[in-house]
């Protein structure tokens, strides 16, 4: 839905985006890489409005951080 911006389950085009956000206590739609709200990778969301799917995102520049994270699992 991303780069498409139609649902892939409906095929409808009424898509939003809901910004990822990192809160206090580690509320908000992010990834945390460590162990304050500086470390904290945004996760974007995009919904259907037509059916309710949703999908989840980050950013590409961020991918490096969480992968580089002492919290990342790597597995092969």
Known sequence: MK?????PKCQSSNIIRIDGYA????????????????SAVNVNRYICCNCGFT???IDKEDIEKIANS???KHYI
Not at 25 to 30: E, Q
């Open 3 to 7: 780069t498409t911006k139609i649902c």
């Open 55 to 57: 999908e989840e995102w």
């Open 23 to 38: 809160g206090a206590y580690g509320s908000g739609n992010n990834v945390m890489t460590g162990s304050t709200i500086f």
């Open 70 to 72: 002492k919290k990342a």
